[in-house]
């Protein structure tokens, strides 16, 4: 059973996270998010101590950099946008799920010129090229899905199973395409796809999620200026809610936009996950988290006023999620003006295969005029 927040103003007694219930479904459920917590914690690659005074220097230069250009105030601005990719190469690959487009592009992101770590950024070879899963019908045109994955996301087979892809292309008609995050699968860096991303180094995380907004806004550019999609929507989840969440306050002209268990603070998911040795490390180097959080101002989602309407907005959170709590998506809710959303017994994993999020997701695409009942 799910707890919904409907699309209206609360009268005082709404916006509250509803109550877990606790049974051996819920603990198995939770169990799943601490064995990801567990293997994550063991093999993430962390910044080095050695590192840190470096981290801490950037940080205070950017600051200084972004106060004397404006964009702490108007963060919107920090955003560069995109003109649609010129050469586009698509081949037909195969999986376990069955066949798909493989979709590369020239990402063309490049942070400002004298923005710290620039130069680190630009060299990391892989992550210059931007790719993209695709399940398209043949014939006339029709609507499209943009799914933007998480954390540690990227393969197709990962990938089509955590958006159920194979459902909204084969069962609701609909065309999918889901972009690859910086510095994840073909693009990664380090021995696992995603490091590099939320590993203390806070120029890198700035640098890489301002690039995957840069390139789904290439992409959906070049949707609608090749595919002429009837619609289109976007879907996120965990990190790629966050991301989702951005382009709604960016992006003109999105039909429906969905936000999955979605993180919207990443200073206060690292406080609330990272190791307590790399907290103790980062407070000996000087290095104070409140800095980062103000370097992060440019990259919030909660910091720009929504542009796509409200009736196009959805959210679905898991009431026992330990990696993006669920205050993180009543901040979204907020500051969405309380839009349709689902609260579900579930984990941050669980999203996967819960029924009520199938059921939002049918619900938020119907009403979006993406599908038909």
């Known amino acids: 059973m799910s707890f919904r927040l409907a699309n209206r103003?609360?009268?005082?007694?709404?916006?509250?996270?509803?109550?877990?219930?606790?049974?051996?479904?819920?603990?198995?459920?939770?169990?799943?998010?601490?064995?990801?917590?567990?293997?994550?914690?063991?093999?993430?690659?962390?910044?080095?101590r050695a590192d840190l005074g470096r981290v801490a220097l950037e940080i205070a230069d950017a600051i200084d950099?972004?106060?004397?250009?404006?964009?702490?105030?108007?963060?919107?601005?920090?955003?560069?946008?995109?003109?649609?990719?010129?050469?586009?190469?698509?081949?037909?690959?195969?999986?376990?799920?069955g066949d798909y487009g493989h979709l590369s592009f020239e990402s063309g992101y490049e942070p400002h010129v004298g923005e710290p770590g620039r130069?680190?950024?630009?060299?990391?070879?892989?992550?210059?090229?931007?790719?993209?899963?695709?399940?398209?019908?043949?014939?006339?045109?029709?609507?499209?899905?943009?799914?933007?994955?998480?954390?540690?996301?990227?393969?197709?087979?990962?990938?089509?199973?955590?958006?159920?892809?194979?459902?909204?292309?084969?069962?609701?008609?609909?065309?999918?395409?889901?972009?690859?995050?910086?510095?994840?699968?073909?693009?990664q860096q380090g021995r696992r796809g995603g490091d590099g991303f939320l590993t203390g180094d806070f120029?890198?995380?700035?640098?890489?999620?301002?690039?995957?907004v840069w390139d789904v806004r290439r992409l959906i550019a070049w949707l609608r200026d090749e595919k002429k999609p009837q619609?289109?929507?976007?879907?996120?989840v965990s990190l790629g809610g966050y991301t989702v969440a951005l382009l709604a306050s960016l992006e003109r002209d999105l039909d429906c936009v969905i936000a999955g268990v979605p993180a919207t603070d990443l200073l206060k998911m690292i406080r609330a996950n990272a190791p307590a040795f790399l907290l103790r490390a980062v407070d000996?180097?000087?290095?104070?988290?409140?800095?980062?959080?103000?370097?992060?101002e440019v990259i919030s989602p909660l910091a720009i006023p929504p542009k796509a309407p409200f009736r196009s907005r959805y959210l679905y959170a898991g009431l026992a999620d330990r990696l993006a709590t669920p205050d993180h998506a009543l901040a979204l809710w907020h500051h969405w003006d309380r839009p349709r959303?689902?609260?579900?017994?579930?984990?941050?994993?669980?999203?996967?295969?819960?029924?009520?999020?199938?059921d939002l997701l049918s619900e938020a695409l119907t009403d979006c005029g993406l599908i038909t009942a």
């Open 119 to 187: 130069e680190r950024w630009l060299s990391y070879e892989a992550n210059r090229t931007a790719h993209a899963w695709m399940l398209e019908h043949e014939g006339d045109p029709r609507p499209w899905v943009v799914c933007v994955p998480g954390y540690r996301m990227g393969s197709p087979l990962v990938d089509f199973a955590g958006f159920r892809a194979r459902w909204l292309h084969s069962t609701l008609g609909l065309n999918v395409a889901i972009p690859v995050m910086p510095l994840h699968g073909p693009r």
């Open 231 to 236: 619609k289109l929507a976007l879907h996120g």
């Open 284 to 296: 000996k180097a000087g290095l104070a988290l409140e800095d980062a959080e103000r370097l992060f």
């Open 65 to 97: 950099l972004f106060e004397k250009r404006g964009w702490f105030g108007a963060p919107a601005s920090f955003h560069q946008t995109p003109t649609r990719p010129k050469s586009v190469s698509t081949v037909r690959e195969r999986s376990p799920l």
């Open 341 to 358: 959303s689902v609260w579900y017994q579930g984990s941050h994993v669980s999203f996967m295969w819960e029924r009520d999020v199938k």
């Open 9 to 48: 103003r609360d009268d005082g007694t709404a916006g509250q996270i509803p109550a877990k219930r606790w049974g051996i479904a819920l603990a198995s459920k939770v169990a799943l998010d601490e064995l990801f917590f567990a293997t994550e914690f063991a093999t993430a690659p962390f910044v080095t």
């Open 203 to 212: 120029l890198d995380t700035l640098h890489a999620q301002s690039q995957g």
